[in-house]
């Protein structure tokens, strides 16, 4: 059992845009030791790095071309190791991504692979073609990234799987020399001083034997043929035995189309493999299965998602609780309101914050960063945005559309870079990525002078959880409160929270709960109504 793991507020960094310690204008491992104390001071008690591997960025370090080492442009491992001794000296543990599913095709494993009779061969999943030379698809999957999921070598006559990106070839984990290395990876972090790995698309790793086809889809054909295969589970039990369990390792898992069903059979009971699991159902009350198929928001889709998991999982395991990460549009932007910009930001921080679980908190979330407004499609780069563009011109939609369209659902929205300034450019020096023009208004140093920011309520949320644990380990049951009101209560030990949030721009009927302390509110004045987007947090002793 880890330690008080789920009384940890746990904070992404996504490193090339969080702070930029040398000047070059990609973030680095000197702009996060600059900004531990500014971490502390808000009540972080662990750090999540996105990879900081060395890759050649098709998709930003989720194409991992060394396992064992540090991104040349965020530093290197004695950085690194600085990095981890400085944050424990703060009481902050770190958690580094471990992205098990593929490699880089720069890796020096893929590399190999392709030279015949190496040993390399049989740690990715290449197999012979169709037709008569063989140049056909083994099967008729579709990559998650970038068109279908093999890549042909000329070569060596065969073709490689990769279920995201052309530079993503999936690994072989039916191969046991592929398991230990594997175990050799975690030895080196966790020996380093790593408390635990947040595990990519985890349930990706098994393929189903025989790599039959799929049901045709749009994207990801085949993908029930690995997820969640029942293999899945007996790679991370060994995992779990051979080394995580030696060190007291944190694990949290993520993985597309999660369950409570699914989530349960890896986070709970005695044989229970990973210690929290994400997954992305409260994300999808403004789309279906990704942020790029949108549609109306729902909110009575975001409270059905949080009373179903609140309530499966609820003395069993503990949620891992979140409102943005790297994979999605700014949340004012997604379930808020530009106009009620602080009000709703606000709010949606209280909603998730003060649930069960343990609250993950997304770089720039805590300032109310929102999406930005390229003008250009050559401004995107992310792989995913391109590759969407590429099926909208199949449907005979613009690029001017098509940028518009993005500037509202594409994962870039939360990479720009963090607007810790109101300087040019936030104060970064010729950022890699253009910076939200905005920043002139929201920005960490006009927040922390302002005690009315929102910056502020978010210190003080995770204050009031870690000093009540109805907060962290409360029974959570939905109240009833009109179309657009959000509102729940927490049980635990005989204390009772009470949340009430508005998705309106208009005043609504509310009736507070009787010998309720107000604890939280997002208005300066309480009026008889919720004011816009107002958010009430009562507490009382039942």
């Known amino acids: 059992m880890k330690t008080n793991y789920e009384q940890w507020a746990v904070y992404q960094i996504w490193p090339r845009s969080f702070a930029d310690g040398n000047g070059d204008g990609i973030g680095d491992l000197h702009g996060v030791l600059a900004k531990l104390d500014y971490l502390k001071w808000l009540g972080i008690d662990a750090i999540w790095f996105s990879p900081l591997y060395p890759s050649p960025n098709a998709d930003y370090g989720y194409d991992c071309a060394d396992y064992k080492n540090i991104n040349p442009e965020y530093g290197d491992l004695e950085l690194f190791k600085q990095v981890i001794d400085e944050a424990h000296k703060r009481n902050i543990k770190i958690i580094i991504d471990l992205v ?101 698309v ?85 789309c279906i299965m990704n942020d790029w198929v949108a549609t109306p928001f729902r909110l009575g889709k975001l409270k059905r998602v949080f009373k179903h998991w609140q309530r499966e999982l609820h003395g ?63 401004q995107f780069k992310d792989v995913v945005t391109f590759n969407n563009y590429n099926l909208a011109k199949k449907f005979g939609l613009s690029e001017k559309f098509f940028v518009k369209y993005a500037n509202r659902r594409s994962r870039e929205n939360s990479r720009t870079p963090m607007q810790w300034t109101a300087e040019k450019d936030a104060g970064w020096a010729t950022p890699w990525f253009p910076v939200n023009e905005n920043c002139s208004e929201i920005n960490v140093a006009a927040a922390e002078a302002d005690p009315n920011s929102i910056l502020h309520w978010y210190r003080a949320l995770l204050k009031f959880r870690k000093e009540n644990p109805v907060a962290i380990y409360g029974k959570y049951t939905p109240l009833r409160a009109g179309r657009k009101v959000f509102a729940y ?17 208009k005043p609504k009927a509310f009736t507070p709960p009787a010998g309720g302390e107000l604890v939280f509110c997002n208005y300066n004045t309480v009026q008889q109504k919720l004011q816009p987007w107002e958010c009430r947090v009562y507490v009382m002793e039942n």
């Open 489 to 505: 209560e927490s049980e635990h030990e005989g204390k009772r929270l009470v949340f009430v949030g508005s998705f309106s721009d």
């Open 100 to 200: 098990l599913n593929h490699t880089s095709d720069q890796h020096e494993w893929f590399k190999q692979s392709k030279i015949p009779g190496s040993k390399y061969h049989d740690y990715y999943i290449w197999r012979k073609g169709k037709g008569k030379d063989g140049k056909k698809p083994p099967n008729n999957w579709l990559s998650m990234f970038e068109g279908g999921a093999w890549e042909y070598n000329e070569d060596l006559g065969e073709h490689y799987l990769h279920v995201f990106a052309k530079g993503q070839p999936d690994l072989n984990m039916a191969n046991p020399a592929v398991r230990e290395e594997v175990k050799d990876i975690m030895r080196f972090w966790l020996d380093m001083g790593v408390d635990g790995f947040r595990e990519d």
């Open 316 to 378: 069993q395991a503990f949620n891992a609780n979140y409102m943005e990460n790297h994979d999605h549009p700014r949340v004012v932007d997604k379930y808020g309101s530009r106009k009620y910009r602080v009000q709703s930001a606000k709010m949606l921080a209280a909603l998730y914050i003060l649930q069960s679980g343990m609250p993950f908190i997304y770089q720039g979330q805590e300032n109310g960063m929102t999406n930005i407004e390229l003008q250009r499609l050559d």
């Open 202 to 286: 985890i349930t990706y790793i098994a393929k189903r034997e025989g790599l039959p086809n799929g049901f045709p889809l749009p994207i990801a054909t085949g993908c029930k043929h690995y997820t969640s295969l029942p293999k899945v589970k007996d790679y991370l039990r060994e995992f779990k035995h051979d080394v995580l369990d030696k060190y007291n390792a944190f694990t949290v898992g993520e993985a597309p189309m999660m369950t409570t069903k699914v989530a349960k059979d890896y986070i709970t009971g005695d044989d229970h493999v990973l210690d929290v699991m994400f997954h992305f159902q409260h994300m999808e009350a403004d």
